[in-house]
């Protein structure tokens, strides 16, 4: 017995270490942690950016007799706030277009900002700069890889690379983040938002590079890019499903400059990012998409754009190289449990816990979550927000008309939180687009999500030609770090941009020109405190059911809304089972369940193309497109696109 004492006082002893031990470790992460200081995004003080107005007086010929209108954007780009990338753009064209134009002490000043600048998240220095998401990937890369290309002997001093370093550099990742494009499309799928920061960086590559294989590969690319804007345009509306959107890029778009440039009226492009597309003369738009762009035939196109987190893994993405972490942060996804690991050792490894949107990790770098390698099962029993932001695999099914178009994102991410995504619309011909959302916070506009950005939770969609059918089954609880969980959904339909307009209880009902719309719902709809353009259905338990039609289709107005208030409804909330019945086709959803079409479950995983226009799988070597006899044939491997 005497010799239990001893052992009980050592184990005692070990306990007690471990615990001063633990405790130690982690007072000294949480004194580290505190330290942790943030570089700003952005100026406190407005900064006039003038370079895109530069570039296109210099290429109408106007003489530039005050070169210090550059003056803003360098200082911009030399203290690195976000979109410093956007800002060397057309700093680029001036430089390789017009670099005989700028007086020599000038090009010194613009020199030196260049060779100073922090070009990947790898070099040294610290800033708030957003390098990852998938338009800035490659707006760094055409950026570092073209200074690179122009200043080769150079050495860029916070790198202390030379320039033909830093091209080679770029090089690898614009390569990989063309075949990333070419294999599974663009994560940010048909965003109006970005599709035009891709054109700015891609458009540069074509005209600059000296290199013919990115050359030959960025127009391929290019090419894809607008075929997903020619498919998705109604009317020179280009607004779909999409990765990445923002209030008023859900209502009414921000690239009709573009459409009109192609295959509207013609006008002229003004000075910005995309100016570079009137300006090239190495880019000439395949006539085939200017056909598919004006096709007012009635279409279906259905399309795989981007990858589910598990797919990862299977299709070489998930260390946490540059190539792993281009498609990963490419796709927001930073905190899911697949990832965690990876996003924090970036962090670490690059310095970046001091910028401003990945500063939040700072909460994980603890010692002993890293050690036990415990962050995948924190951020599962957590659960945050964060997870949402991931923009997985888009299967977008889109039917287009004379009259309209309805788009939707089948069966995508159900019940999930969300950022930035756009999961349904209807464009009305080419003059607005109405959809309907679960607000992630009641009020304001300054983060993503919020009220008319995002979804607090993603409804069931799904669509067959002109009807969609999306149930929201909201959670009785708030999420540990949800910002509100709101009882209500809501539809952006406005009053004043219809002809006409009639709400009867759960329908609503509008007319512009020869186009109809339908919204019919669980529960009575009301517009919120006045509005004119926010409708209001309350419930977490709901359903959004949606036709679009015309007068070619159904009649008048009048016939119209006799024949929807006629077709039959039935919703369980015990089970989240909805059907319905129109046109003697007799749809059912059950909510994160099937989709079914008279008894017929309704597959809604698609080919990478499906249309009338191409049919294709996933990382096809050939990609054909035709319509009215034109053809667009491309063959990335081996750099072919003719047309």
Same mark, same amino acid.
């Given at each position: @017995? ?14 007690? =270490? ?9 007072a ?6 505190s330290?942790?200081?943030t ?17 296109h ?11 210090n209108?550059?003056d ?9 706030? *976000?979109?410093s ?14 670099n ?5 002490? #000038?090009?010194s ?8 600048f ?7 220095g610290?800033?708030s ?5 998938e ?33 080679e ?20 799928? #048909? ?7 891709d ?8 005209d ?16 894809l890019l607008?075929?997903?804007v ?21 209502k ?9 440039? #192609? ?9 910005? @990012? ?8 190495n ?12 096709? =007012?035939?009635?279409?279906v ?29 490419? @796709? ?11 996003s924090?050792?970036y ?28 962050e ?10 964060y997870?949402?932001?991931?923009i997985?695999?888009?299967n ?22 969300a ?7 209807v ?5 607005f687009a ?17 009220y008319?950005?995002g ?8 669509q ?25 959904t809501?539809?952006y ?9 009639? @709400? ?13 719309v ?14 004119? *353009? ?5 419930g ?9 039609? =015309? ?10 809304i006799?024949?929807?208030? *006629? ?5 369980n ?6 059907? #319905?019945? =129109?046109?003697?086709?007799q749809y ?12 017929k479950?309704?597959?809604?995983n ?16 050939k ?13 990335f ?7």
């Open positions: @017995m005497k010799a239990e004492k001893p052992k009980k006082i050592r184990i005692w002893m070990v306990l007690v =270490s471990i615990f001063l031990f633990i405790f130690l470790i982690t000294i992460d949480f004194y580290r942690i330290n942790y200081e570089y700003p995004k952005s100026p406190n003080l407005k900064i006039q950016l003038n370079e895109s107005q530069v570039y007086d210099l290429v109408n010929g106007k003489s530039i007799t005050d070169w209108r550059l803003g954007t360098l200082s911009y780009i030399k203290a690195e706030y *976000d979109c990338d956007f800002r060397l753009v057309n700093l680029i064209r001036i430089l390789y277009e017009f005989d134009s700028i007086p020599t002490t #000038y090009k000043k613009i020199e030196d900002v260049l060779m100073n922090r070009y990947w998240m790898d070099e040294p610290e800033n700069m957003c390098y990852w998401s338009n800035h990937q490659i707006l760094f890369a055409s950026a570092e890889y073209l200074i690179g290309q122009k200043y080769p002997n150079e050495i860029f001093h916070n790198s202390g690379l030379t320039g033909e370093q830093h091209y550099k770029a090089r690898q990742r614009i390569l990989d983040w063309l075949q990333m494009r070419w294999d599974y499309g663009f994560t940010e799928f #048909y965003s109006n938002v970005y599709y035009k920061e054109i700015g960086a891609i458009i540069n590559l074509i600059y590079a000296e290199d013919e294989e990115i050359v030959k590969k960025s127009k391929i690319i290019m090419d607008f075929y997903d020619a498919a998705q345009n109604c009317d020179k509306l280009f607004v779909s499903t999409s990765g990445r959107a923002y209030e008023s890029h859900r009414k778009g921000s690239m009709s400059s573009i459409t009109n440039y #192609y295959w509207g009226d013609g006008r002229r492009l003004g000075p910005g @990012m995309v100016y570079g597309l009137e300006a090239t003369k880019y000439q738009l395949p006539p085939v998409l200017k056909e598919i762009a004006l096709d =007012s035939n009635n279409v196109i259905k399309q795989r754009n981007g990858l589910n987190l598990e797919e990862l893994g299977p299709e070489g993405f998930s260390l946490g190289d540059t190539k792993g972490m281009m498609m990963q942060w490419g @796709m927001e996804a930073f905190t899911n449990p697949e990832v965690i690991r990876n924090l050792a962090i670490r490894n690059n310095s970046m816990f001091s910028n401003v949107f990945v500063t939040d990790f700072k909460m994980l770098d603890f010692s002993l979550l890293k050690w036990l390698h415990l995948p099962e924190i951020v599962e029993l957590i659960n945050p927000q997870n949402g932001i991931a997985q695999k888009g977008t099914y889109t039917y287009k008309t004379k009259d309209y178009s309805i788009y939707t994102a089948q069966r995508h991410q159900v019940g999930d939180f950022d930035q995504q756009h999961i349904f619309g464009n009305v011909k080419g003059h109405v959809f309907h959302c679960h607000p992630a916070i009641d009020k304001g506009k300054n983060q993503s999500p919020n008319w950005v979804y607090g939770h993603f409804p069931h969609a799904v067959d030609k002109n009807v969609n059918l999306s149930i929201y089954s909201l959670p009785a609880e708030k999420g540990i770090i949800e910002m509100d969980l709101l009882d209500y809501h539809a339909f406005p009053k004043n941009q219809f002809d006409t307009l009639v @709400m009867d209880k759960n329908y609503v009902f509008g007319k512009k020109g020869e186009t109809y339908a919204f019919v719902g669980a529960n009575e709809f009301y517009y919120k405190n006045d509005s004119d *353009d926010d409708i209001i259905q309350e977490k338990k709901a359903f959004w059911i949606t036709e679009a039609s =015309s007068q070619r289709e159904d009649g008048s107005f009048q016939d119209f006799r024949r929807i208030k *006629d077709n039959k409804v039935s919703f909330k015990e089970n989240m089972h909805l059907s #319905y019945l =129109s046109k003697g086709r059912a959803l059950s909510f994160d369940g099937d989709f079914k079409i008279d008894d479950i309704i597959d809604t698609y080919k990478r193309f499906d249309s009338p226009y191409i049919q294709a799988e996933k990382k096809a070597d990609l054909k497109f035709e319509l009215n006899g034109k053809t667009l044939l491309l063959d491997k081996n750099q072919i696109r003719e047309f």
